[in-house]
């Protein structure tokens, strides 16, 4: 036990530096601000490969692609299997409908807030906001990498305590963190794809894109789901597009610059 407190305590020393790291080279509102000498838009519809191609010039999606092989050979090495798996696969796919909706809502959407006599904005609020002042480019859409590094130590670590304390199996962790691993990475590329001027082709990507492009340009307090729209369903945020108002603030949420300084284009 000792010796994994140590190994967890090393692990997270040398993430937490990465994160300090990489942080300061986040983007601001300034520069996600569309060039004001030209129309904001989606430009030529682009090919799959060629969005397949933009996505991993970034560095985000590739960590998480290296975080998915980790896992996938660390899952090979153990090669028990029971219901476990099973219940892991099942219980995170359920649940991250959810997840989504409560990182995109309670704290990409959190409005500053009063801590003692300073006001206080998350970073991750900030970069959103940004993704929101020009949503045709889909850079701003990912998921910054210091938030990639916050789930290299998270993931990880929420497993593994299962297995420390008992309630997981070795095996079913693996399992667990690989397909955590992999709907985070699907979440960047659906996310990613739906902010490039690729065209919907199947009807169930078409569903994802509509919802989030109303998100985007319609009304920035609903439709919060991506990838599973469960979470919106149920949590009353997936009205009928004529039964929501367009919002004035949908490309800047209430801060600063004004829509009409931006321009709205879908």
């Known amino acids: 036990m000792a010796t994994l407190i140590l190994c967890y305590l090393g692990y997270f020393a040398v993430l937490m530096v990465l994160f300090f790291w990489v942080r300061a080279y986040t983007w601001t509102e300034e520069q996600a601000l569309p060039a004001k000498d030209k ?6 519809q682009i090919t ?24 996938l050979i660390a899952r090979a090495m153990v090669v028990e299997f029971s219901w476990a798996d099973l219940w892991v696969v099942l219980g995170v796919i359920a649940f991250w409908p959810f997840q989504e909706w409560l990182i995109h809502a309670w704290l990409e959407h959190l409005p500053a807030f009063e801590f003692g006599r300073r006001k206080v904005e998350l970073i991750i609020t900030k970069t959103h906001r940004a993704h929101h002042r020009n949503p045709w480019d889909p850079q701003y859409g990912l998921t910054t990498t210091y938030f990639v590094v916050l789930f290299l130590g998270g993931v990880p670590m ?16 693996l399992t ?15 996310h990613y794809l739906i ?6 082709r199947t009807w169930y990507y078409r569903r994802l894109w509509r919802n989030h492009r109303l998100h985007h340009f319609q009304n920035e307090n609903y439709w919060f789901g991506l990838t599973m729209l469960a ?14 108002t367009h919002s004035k603030t949908v490309l800047n949420l209430g801060v600063e610059a004004t829509p009409e300084d931006i321009g709205v284009s879908s």
Not at 159 to 173: E, I, K, M, R
Not at 231 to 244: F, N, S, V, W, Y
């Open 39 to 44: 129309k904001p838009g989606f430009g030529p």
């Open 48 to 71: 799959l490969l060629n969005a397949a191609k933009g996505l991993f010039h970034h560095n985000g999606p590739r960590v998480l692609v290296g975080a998915c092989v980790a896992c």
């Open 158 to 173: 929420i497993w593994s305590l299962g297995y420390t304390f008992g309630f997981v199996p070795l095996h079913a962790v």
């Open 176 to 190: 667990g963190a690989l397909v955590t691993f992999l709907l985070i990475l699907n979440y960047e590329w659906v």
């Open 195 to 200: 902010h490039t001027s690729y065209a919907p």
């Open 231 to 244: 979470g919106d369903r149920m949590l009353g945020t997936q009205p009928h597009k004529g039964e929501a």
